[in-house]
């Protein structure tokens, strides 16, 4: 069974038609607000929605009552390819059975801690996407090609950190 609805083909297409037709297109403005609500234990309001960041007992103020900061700004990455997946396998009516994104990081610990004279960054980010379709390999390369080129994450973050992408289909790497 696909995990996208492809019967939203042409409402999709009558969307980004009358956007291409637009005089103008205002720019977007996501937001985030986020409070302190104790130690490291942070609350942010989205989109009419509440979620909790804290880091784990092992650190001095941590209570381990939600993941951690960082785990959010990967899993913004990983929603973000997922969503442009989506969104393209609809727009070229391609049906998914299997649409997941793993995401692993490395980061020098010494930044986040002021010991070092670079500001803390991802020394690297590399992610795994895994499909299973019975769509063509061609219409599939497409899809990743098209999906990773709309993500605005993974536009961001090529341009600043080591970015490396591999495909599954089927169970095999995609070349």
Do not use: W
């Not at 989109?47 to 993941?67: L, W």
């Not at 393209?88 to 998914?96: H, K, P, Q, V, W």
């Not at 070092?116 to 063509?136: G, M, Q, V």
């Amino acid at each position: 069974m696909s995990l996208v609805d492809t019967t939203l083909r042409d409402r999709l297409h009558r969307r980004i038609e009358g956007l291409r037709d637009a005089r103008e297109i205002k720019p977007g403005h996501p937001g985030v607000g986020v409070e302190t609500v104790r130690n490291y234990h942070a609350r942010a309001h989205a989109d009419g929605f509440v979620f909790d960041a804290d880091e784990p007992v092992s650190k001095v103020g941590g209570t381990g009552t939600a993941p951690r900061p960082l785990r959010y700004f990967l899993a913004g990455f990983a929603f973000c390819l997922q969503a442009q997946y989506v969104r393209n396998a609809i727009r070229m009516g391609i049906e998914l059975d299997e649409l997941s994104v793993e995401v692993d990081s490395e980061i020098d610990r010494r930044g986040g801690l002021g010991l070092r004279d670079d500001p803390a960054d991802f020394e690297s980010i590399a992610y795994t996407t895994t499909l299973r379709t019975d769509a063509p390999e061609s219409e599939v390369r497409d899809l990743v090609d098209t999906a990773e080129s709309c993500c605005y994450v993974h536009g961001t973050l090529s341009k600043a950190v080591a970015l490396a992408g591999t495909t599954v289909v089927n169970g095999s790497p995609l070349d």
